[in-house]
C-alpha cells in the first residue's frame, strides 16, 4: 500500500481504532458489501456503487487496523481472505442476477475472479510467504467495478464490458501464477 494512501486510511482510524477489532471490521466490509450487491440486483447501479466504495473501504480498513494496533493474527489474515472472495462473489452474482450480462460471461468471470484469488494463495503456501505477491489485483477489480457501475447507471452495456475486463483481467493473472508456481516447484521433490 502506498505511503499517502496508508497514511489517510490511518488518520480515518485513529479515533476508532484502538477500540475496535480488526475482524469486526472485516465482518462489516461482507455485510456492507452485501447491501451493495443488493441495490445492484435491484438496478439501484448508482447507489450500489457508492455503497460498494464503502465496503471497499472497510476491506482496506481492517488490515491497517491490524498492523497499526498490533491486532494482526493468523486468523484474522484468513477472515480477510475469505471475506474478499466473499465480496468479489457477491457483486459479481447481483451483476449477473440483474440479466444485463450473458450468462456464460457472467459466470465465467466469476470463476476466473475466484481461481484468480485461489492461485495467489496457493502460492503464497508453496513459496511458504517467501514469494510475496507483486501487485494485487483486489484494488485493480474495485476500481473497475465502481466505475462499471457507475458507468452503468446510465448505459447498462458498461456491464457486459466490466465483465469482459475482469475476465480478461483475471485469466491473466492466472497464467502468470502458474508461471510462477512452475518457477517455484521447479527441482522440488514431490511428498
Do not use: H, W
Request: net charge positive; charged share 20%; glycine share 4%.
Amino acid at each position: 500500500m502506498k505511503k499517502k494512501t496508508k497514511y489517510k486510511l490511518e488518520s480515518i482510524l485513529k479515533p476508532i481504532a484502538p477500540n475496535v477489532d480488526p475482524n469486526l471490521i472485516t465482518i462489516l466490509s461482507v455485510l456492507i458489501t452485501a447491501l451493495a450487491a443488493y441495490l445492484i440486483f435491484k438496478n439501484y447501479l448508482f447507489i450500489g456503487a457508492l455503497v460498494f466504495v464503502i465496503g471497499a473501504l472497510f476491506d482496506a480498513l481492517d488490515g491497517v487496523a491490524a498492523r497499526k494496533y498490533k491486532r494482526a493474527t493468523d486468523f484474522g489474515a484468513f477472515l480477510d481472505r475469505c471475506a474478499d472472495r466473499i465480496n468479489d462473489a457477491l457483486v459479481l452474482m447481483a451483476v449477473i442476477l440483474t440479466g444485463q450480462v450473458q450468462l456464460l460471461l457472467g459466470l465465467a468471470t466469476l470463476v476466473a475472479v475466484i481461481f484468480a484469488s485461489y492461485t495467489s494463495a496457493t502460492i503464497e503456501v508453496i513459496a511458504k510467504n517467501r514469494v510475496g505477491e507483486t501487485m494485487s489485483l483486489r484494488p485493480l477489480r474495485s476500481v473497475i467495478i465502481f466505475l462499471s457501475l457507475v458507468l452503468a447507471s446510465a448505459d447498462v452495456t458498461y456491464l457486459e464490458s466490466m465483465m469482459v475486463v475482469l475476465f480478461a483481467i483475471s485469466s491473466f493473472s492466472i497464467l502468470e501464477r502458474f508461471k510462477k508456481a512452475s518457477k517455484i516447484l521447479k527441482g522440488r521433490k514431490s511428498r
